[in-house]
T-cell receptor, first 112, second 114 residues
C-alpha cells in the first residue's frame, strides 16, 4: 500500500551543493510531476512527465533537472542549490487525463 | 491564463459550525474542478471533484457544486469537526491540456476549535 514514496523527508544543504530528491510510485501511473509549496504561493509545478523518457517544464523549472528512465521513478535534481529553493517539495502521480493526483508526503529542503 | 482564487485564511470555526470556503476560477475552455485537502505533515489528497457544470462533488460530508454562471466551486460542510482542521486547495484542470498538472489556488487554512 505504498503509493508515492519520497526520500529524503528532510534535507539541509549549503548554497552551491547539489542533491537529488527521489520519488517512486507503485501504481503504474504514466503521469508524474514535481511541485513546490511555499507560504502564500500555494503549489507550483516544476517539471512533469507523461511517460518513461518524456519530460517537460512546468511553471518554475529553473535550477531543477528531471529524468524518467522507468515508469516507477521520477527524481528531481538540484544542480547548484540556492536559498530561494528552500521549500517543501511534493511528487505526485496520476492516471492520464483525470486530474486525480496522488501525492507523496513531501520533502522539506532548507538551503543555507 | 488559468487561475484559481480562494480565501487564504486562516479560517477559525467552532466544532459543529457550518463551513463555506469560497473558490472562483478563470479558465479558457471547460475545466474540471477539484478540492484537495492537506492534513498536517502530509501530502495533498483528493477530497472531491466535478467535471461539468451543475455537477456536485461530495465526500466525507463535504460538498461543492460546479457553477459555470458564477465560475465558482465553493466548498461546504454542514457540521465541522476538529479532525477537519487542515489546508484546503481548490484546483482546476483544462481537458486536453499539455500537462496533467493542475492549477491550484493558494490554499485555505481551516482551524476547528473544540
Amino acid at each position: 500500500n505504498a503509493g508515492v514514496t519520497q526520500t529524503p523527508k528532510f534535507q539541509v544543504l549549503k548554497t552551491g551543493q547539489s542533491m537529488t530528491l527521489q520519488c517512486a510510485q507503485d501504481m503504474n501511473h504514466e503521469y508524474m510531476s514535481w511541485y513546490r509549496q511555499d507560504p502564500g504561493m500555494g503549489l507550483r509545478l516544476i517539471h512533469y512527465s507523461v511517460g518513461a523518457g518524456i519530460t517537460d517544464q512546468g511553471e518554475v523549472p529553473n535550477g531543477y533537472n528531471v529524468s524518467r528512465s522507468t515508469t516507477e521513478d521520477f527524481p528531481l535534481r538540484l544542480l547548484s542549490a540556492a536559498p530561494s529553493q528552500t521549500s517543501v517539495y511534493f511528487c505526485a502521480s496520476s492516471r492520464p487525463l483525470t486530474g486525480e493526483l496522488f501525492f507523496g508526503e513531501g520533502s522539506r529542503l532548507t538551503v543555507l | 491564463g488559468n487561475s484559481v482564487t480562494q480565501m487564504e485564511g486562516p479560517v477559525t470555526l467552532s466544532e459543529e459550525a457550518f463551513l463555506t470556503i469560497n473558490c472562483t476560477y478563470t479558465a479558457t475552455g471547460y475545466p474540471s474542478l477539484f478540492w484537495y485537502v492537506q492534513y498536517p505533515g502530509e501530502g495533498l489528497q483528493l477530497l472531491l471533484k466535478a467535471t461539468k457544470a451543475d455537477d456536485k462533488g461530495s465526500n466525507k460530508g463535504f460538498e461543492a457544486t460546479y457553477r459555470k454562471e458564477t465560475t465558482s466551486f465553493h466548498l461546504e460542510k454542514g457540521s465541522v469537526q476538529v479532525s477537519d482542521s487542515a489546508v484546503y486547495f481548490c484546483a482546476l484542470r483544462i481537458p486536453g491540456g499539455g500537462a496533467d498538472g493542475l492549477t491550484f489556488g493558494k490554499g485555505t487554512h481551516l482551524i476547528i476549535q473544540p
